[in-house]
Nanobody
Framework: EVQIAETGGSLVQAGGSLRLSCSAS????????IGWFRQAPGKEREGVAT????????FYRDPVKGRFTISRDIAKDTIYLQMNSLKPEDTGVYYC???????????????????????WGQGTQVTVSQ
């Protein structure tokens, strides 16, 4: 059974940086994707960044391109989301999730669709102040 736990959320000023961590363990299958999603108050959950287990291909939604970086440390069973140049609109609860059946060649929009991801963490709050 896959278990996920996110940490690293905090209050930060606009222009600052945060690094979120996602501890993910219990994988008994190959070809999966790990995604970071966020949900702002009153808005739908949206994909932010995704990495494929097959070849470490990464994907970023346009609003975070050039500012966020997703990476993973296999030895530590941890996936990171480095967030730089944070903006107030980045505020929200950030979730880490695992989706099965993502093979090399997977592309948007599938890699950002919440319904394609079956295992979720509890989320961590990121608040960016003006």
């Amino acid at each position: 059974e896959v278990q996920i736990a996110e940490t690293g959320g905090s209050l930060v000023q606009a222009g600052g940086s945060l690094r979120l961590s996602c501890s993910a363990s219990g994988f008994t299958f190959d070809n999966y994707a790990i995604g970071w999603f966020r949900q702002a108050p009153g808005k739908e959950r949206e994909g932010v960044a995704t990495i494929l287990s097959s070849d470490d291909t990464t994907f970023y939604r346009d609003p975070v391109k050039g500012r966020f970086t997703i990476s993973r440390d296999i030895a530590k069973d941890t996936i990171y989301l480095q967030m730089n140049s944070l903006k107030p609109e980045d505020t929200g609860v950030y979730y880490c999730a695992v989706g099965r059946g993502f093979y090399s060649g997977a592309i948007p929009p599938d890699v950002f669709l919440p319904r394609k991801f079956g295992t979720w963490g509890q989320g961590t709050q990121v608040t960016v102040s003006q």
